[in-house]
């Protein structure tokens, strides 16, 4: 089992930035990949960015790239998403996910992939 708690979120102005972290408990020494996906009011869960856990290597929604950063920190267990320049059509519910299976970059990017969430952070992008 893994348990996965965020913070950081916020109300942020259009251009502003902010930092959400998601701290992973219990076995992490397995896991292999994490994720962050976010849901707006009536609409679908969607990927924003993965990172596995050993390597490094990172996926992007086209929606962030060059704005979202996502990273980790093996020694504190603890993945990051750094998000600069802001736009109100970012507000939405954050959530992180983690998984042990050796997913695709394709399968990284969707959620059924992932066995592990964290409840889940608001953010908050007014214009």
């Known amino acids: 089992q893994v348990q996965l708690v965020e913070s950081g979120g916020g109300l942020v102005q259009a251009g502003g930035s902010l930092r959400l972290s998601c701290a992973a408990s219990?076995?992490?020494?397995?896991?292999?990949?994490m994720g962050w996906f976010r849901q707006a009011p009536e609409k679908e869960r969607e990927f924003v960015a993965a990172?596995?856990?050993?390597?490094?290597?990172?996926g992007y929604a086209d929606s962030v790239k060059g704005r979202f950063t996502i990273s980790r920190e093996n020694a504190k267990n603890t993945g990051y998403l750094q998000m600069n320049n802001l736009k109100p059509e970012d507000t939405a519910v954050y959530y992180c996910?983690?998984?042990?299976?050796?997913?695709?970059?394709?399968?990284?990017?969707?959620?059924?992939?992932?066995?592990?969430w964290g409840q889940g952070t608001q953010v908050t992008v007014s214009s």
């Open positions: 990172i596995t856990w050993s390597g490094g290597s990172t």
């Open positions: 996910a983690a998984d042990l299976s050796r997913w695709t970059p394709s399968q990284a990017s969707r959620a059924r992939s992932y066995d592990y």
């Open positions: 219990g076995r992490t020494s397995r896991l292999y990949v």
